[in-house]
């Protein structure tokens, strides 16, 4: 039975003051009502449990999600507020509307002499700012998101475009890789936004990995030679066009000749790219800016889900996909996001997403607890004489337990200072120097190493210490194939980078044994990593693949999109002018369809079939790498697979 919307409100808002008479049955005696009740709704008895019952909230919240509100419509003004209206528009529309469509609507107005007295600075002042947004590739968003639903790299856009809008002159500004999550696309515009706030007279240092913002510096600083205690040192400072014939330099070589990509593209040219085994698919996705799409995922190989930021990626990979697959095969408590069926689940026994989530939040939390080494190395230690002497067990080893660690710091290694009006300050301990561990702990020892010891070890050095140890030595290994051999094992979680986070995570799943049927989904792992570290990161995924599982990223960098064997472009552009399936083929699909758009674009006003403009395409051709040793081509040549092509429409 369908219910109106009237009917609906009261089932989860319930009836308020009003009271329900419930007809007295037949065969009852006596008059009127069989009795009356109030009916507070579900959303309110479901509340009322979880504050009442330990440990409903839990399983209360996932069957419950966030909603407009239905007195205001989600405009979160009152009545009287809301009936306000500017140029014919309330104040929530005006909010609601796509930054892009907000400029060209401000534009089109005129004022009388009248308000232009009034309001023509504030005007002014607004469509500036707007502009600002819209400069640095933010058109698609409106002001009304939520902050907490912004990525790393729109809030670092925002931040970008109030400092240009400033107006501010004699400014050192100092990024953090500005980049993270912008496609090529969005690169350039921030380019030139970051050009906009030089001419004004000031300073800026990036710190950046991405081609194309090195190469638009003015100076570049390489540092190296390697990554942690292999590194610290400038080996290399010129202008970015100089670097590569710099001696020393690590970048340099990236920029212009090679590419991260060229290992697996020499092995593209000899064997082709893989087809796929199967398909996943989803049907009718309608998810926030998704356009009802029935999009194929494929098996077996290694699958790139690309496009303009803003334009679906994420509502149809994270929130479709991965929380209806670990909903189905591991009972978790997601709640997919609006589709109509998922086929082909049957094809995968274990889904696992990778994403930059921190590993902990506390110093007790650190590499080598995460991925499970630690257990092993606790074992190892407890079967020294020097531990069996004094009665020390693995627990003892651990320093997030009392028993063998320093209780003066718990096992931290450093003490919180409380500086009351300022950030509170760590220092170390000063009864274990920063060991963790009692001395009578640290007596015990393994090749002449504490467990102390093994804490300050970098997984590559761990690698080599524990050789002998097969189940240390492998777990170690993977770390060091991610590109982490630099870590240290007991390094803080709050230390980590968020690219650093999630190669811990994916070690740790690596080191795990493999069923030969895993999806591994993985949400821009090049993030904050340079060229070496990415070209590590490719070897790793092509190896996962080769082990009969299937690897699915959602990447907007050029190298890993080179290099996957099929790729699904979302698009056209962000917000509502996306949340559809441009082309889905091998990266030379995506080329190709560049070339036809442009040709379409070129013809009598757009004559003929229209096309979706591919810009992750256009970008392809642009990046040429160039080809491998014995190719008859790279990105941008005829397609070498024949697979079957992934199909999307609308409905």
């Known amino acids: 039975m369908e219910l109106s919307g009237i009917q609906q409100r009261a089932l989860f808002e319930g009836t308020g003051e009003r009271w329900i008479d419930v007809p007295r049955p037949a065969g009852v005696p006596g008059s009127g009502p069989w009795f009356s009740f109030r009916f507070k709704g579900l959303e309110n008895a479901c509340e009322e449990a979880a504050r009442q019952v330990v440990g409903l909230r839990a399983r209360v919240d996932a069957v419950m999600g966030e909603v407009p509100c239905s007195a205001c419509g989600g405009s979160r003004l009152a009545d009287v507020a809301a ?31 009248t308000e232009r007295s009034v309001a023509g600075d504030l005007l002014r002042e607004l469509l500036s700012r707007v502009r600002f947004l819209v400069d640095v590739g933010l058109e698609y968003l ?37 980049t993270i999550g912008l496609h090529p696309r969005d690169t350039h515009k921030l380019i030139a936004a970051l050009g906009k706030l030089r001419a004004l007279g000031n300073t800026l240092v990036v710190v950046e990995h991405d081609r194309d913002v090195v190469a638009a510096a003015d100076h570049a600083l390489d540092f190296g030679p390697g990554s942690g205690r292999e590194g610290g040192r400038i080996v290399a400072q010129a202008p970015p066009a100089a670097l590569e ?24 040219a000899r064997e082709g790219r893989r087809s796929p085994t199967g398909w996943i698919g989803v049907r009718d996705a309608s998810h926030r800016t998704l356009k009802g799409i029935d999009v194929d995922f494929p098996l077996g190989v ?35 996001g609006r589709h109509g069926s998922i086929t082909g689940l049957d094809l995968v026994d274990k889904v696992i997403l990778v994403d930059q989530e921190p590993i902990g939040t506390t110093p007790g939390s ?17 079967k020294v004489p020097g531990a069996k002497t004094r009665g020390l067990t693995p627990r003892a080893f651990s320093f997030n337990v009392a028993g063998g660690r320093c209780e003066a710091c718990e096992g931290l290694g450093q003490r919180r200072v409380e500086m009351h009006f300022l950030p509170d300050v ?69 230390q980590l980078s968020g690219g ?61 999109i080179s290099a996957a064997d099929w790729v699904i472009d979302m698009g056209p552009e962000a917000g509502d002018g996306g949340g559809r399936v441009v082309v889905a083929g091998p990266p030379e699909d995506l080329v190709i369809h560049a070339a036809a758009w442009e040709k379409w674009q070129g013809s009598a006003g757009g004559a003929g079939a229209p096309l979706l403009r591919s810009h992750t395409g256009e970008a392809l051709r642009a990046f040429a790498p160039r080809a491998p040793a014995g190719a008859g081509g790279a990105v941008g040549a005829a397609p070498v697979t024949t697979a079957p092509r992934a199909r999307s429409r609308r409905r």
């Open 83 to 113: 009936a306000v209206t500017l140029w014919g528009r309330p104040l929530d529309v005006w909010c609601r509307m796509p930054l892009g469509r907000m400029v060209a609507e401000l534009e089109g107005v005129t004022l009388s002499d």
């Open 142 to 178: 409106d002001l009304a998101r939520p902050a907490g639903s912004l990525s790393g790299g729109e809030m670092q856009r925002i931040r970008l475009a109030a400092q240009v809008g400033s107006g501010l002159t004699g400014v050192l500004y100092v990024l953090d890789e500005p």
């Open 245 to 268: 014939a710099t001696a020393g330099s690590v970048t340099g070589p990236y920029l212009h000749r090679r590419r991260a990509c060229d290992g697996i593209l020499e092995r593209v």
């Open 302 to 336: 290694i699958a790139a889900v690309t496009g303009p930021s803003g334009s679906g990626k994420t509502s149809l990979v994270l929130e479709v996909l991965w929380r209806a697959l670990a909903r189905r095969l591991h009972a978790a408590r997601e709640q997919p």
């Open 366 to 382: 650190t590499p080598a607890t995460y991925t499970g080494v630690f257990d092993h190395v606790r074992q190892l230690f407890a």
């Open 426 to 494: 760590w220092v170390e301990c000063e009864h274990c120097k920063g060991s963790r561990y009692a001395t009578e702990t640290l007596a015990a020892t393994w090749h002449g190493r504490s467990i102390a010891d093994v804490l300050r070890m970098s997984a590559a050095e761990g690698a080599a210490f524990f050789a002998t140890v097969p189940q240390i030595a492998r777990i170690l290994d993977t770390l060091v194939d991610v590109g982490l051999g630099y870590v240290t094992l007991g390094q803080p979680a709050p």
């Open 500 to 560: 650093e986070a999630q190669r811990v995570k994916l070690s740790r799943e690596l080191a795990k044994p493999g069923t030969g049927r895993t999806l591994y989904i993985l949400d821009e792992p090049t993030t904050g990593l340079h060229f070496a570290d990415i070209e590590k990161l490719l070897l790793v995924l092509d190896r996962l693949v080769s082990a009969g599982n299937t690897v699915l990223v959602v990447e907007h960098n050029l190298e890993v």
